[in-house]
């Protein structure tokens, strides 16, 4: 097999998708798709149920052809080699559940051509809480567990490139944050990890950039500081008084004595606070930047 390595050269481009899309029947679930991944990043894959994210993936993975576009990563197109380069852990799996942990393990690892399966497996086991698992069958793990165990089949073989598909399904918040720390930790060593998830918090904690899909359309792309200054920014008020007419502002939700106020872009936040003042008695004025949960509610509900 041909090593492809994680690194050095960090900032390169290692997939470049071009005008990809894909039609089944005649419903377009990719349409004109472009963007690419820099070479060690953990690159967000975002949108609303049905946006098209998995056939993305699907895609990327050659599973899928496109119907146009081109793809390629490594700089080349889809091979063998290149098949062992990447780590795929997949929406919804299903393992055969008669057979044991370690044995499923060892299955996977030989189709990548792992040497010294055996030590590989404990560590991970370990790693993932897992091990006094590993001479059990499949069939006796919680959801979890074989949600931790898919994983550890995706990143046996220490893939160049680690394409997730929700990978904090069905774990609890403890496994989460192991999980977090692990892909933190591989982004550390060089690997390039893509990240299909409605999981928020972890896409503003983790990704370097993102891309949001809606109804197959690219609607969000870049880095996520410049995601959201486009966005403008949300104000928290606690007041007495009634609310004035305000300017300059996208929307207000307002309760009563508090309310919830995204200003546009380029507002001037201190007049908008002398306004306030001049009016209510302001009990508190919170400035902060608008959370990923918030872009991708409006920019889905359009």
């Known amino acids: 097999m041909t090593k492809l390595s994680p690194g050095p050269q960090n900032g390169a481009a290692i997939l470049q998708i071009d005008h990809v899309t894909k039609v089944f029947d005649t419903k377009t679930v990719l349409d004109a798709v472009t963007f690419d991944v820099k070479r060690g990043e953990v690159f967000g894959l975002l949108g609303p149920n049905g946006a098209g994210k998995t056939t993305l993936i699907r895609t990327i ?3 899928f052809r496109p119907d ?7 700089g080349r197109t889809f091979s063998d080699d290149i098949k062992d380069a990447i780590g795929y852990l997949p929406e919804e799996g299903t393992l055969d559940k008669e057979i044991g942990v370690l044995e499923c393990i060892r299955y996977f690892a030989s189709l990548k051509h792992v040497e010294g399966i055996d030590k590989k497996a ?3 086991l370990a790693r993932l809480t897992l091990a006094d698992y590993k001479d059990k069958k499949i069939q006796d793990l919680s959801k ?6 898919q994983f550890i089949l995706a990143v046996i073989h220490e893939p160049a490139v680690l394409i997730l598909d929700e990978p904090f399904s069905g774990l609890d918040p403890l496994n989460m944050k192991v999980l977090k720390d692990i892909l933190l930790d591989l982004r550390a060593k060089g690997t390039t990890i893509i990240m299909s998830t409605h999981q928020m918090d972890e896409v503003e904690r983790m990704c370097d950039r993102i891309l949001m899909l809606n109804a197959g359309k690219v609607v969000l792309y870049g880095k996520l500081d410049e995601i959201r200054q486009e ?3 949300s104000i928290e008020l606690r007041y007495e ?4 007419q305000l300017d300059n502002i996208t929307s207000i939700s307002d309760s009563g004595n508090a309310a919830e106020i995204v200003v546009a872009k380029d507002a001037d936040t201190q007049a908008l606070l002398k306004t306030l003042a001049a009016q209510v008695t302001v ?3 919170e400035i902060k930047q608008r959370s990923m949960n918030e872009i991708f509610l409006e ?3 359009k």
């Open 61 to 63: 993975l050659d599973i």
């Open 68 to 74: 146009t576009g081109t793809i390629a990563l490594f």
């Open 122 to 124: 404990d560590a991970w």
């Open 144 to 149: 979890g567990m074989h949600r931790r165990l």
């Open 231 to 233: 966005f403008g920014l």
């Open 241 to 244: 008084g009634t609310l004035p």
């Open 283 to 285: 009990k508190k004025f």
């Open 299 to 301: 920019v889905a509900g």
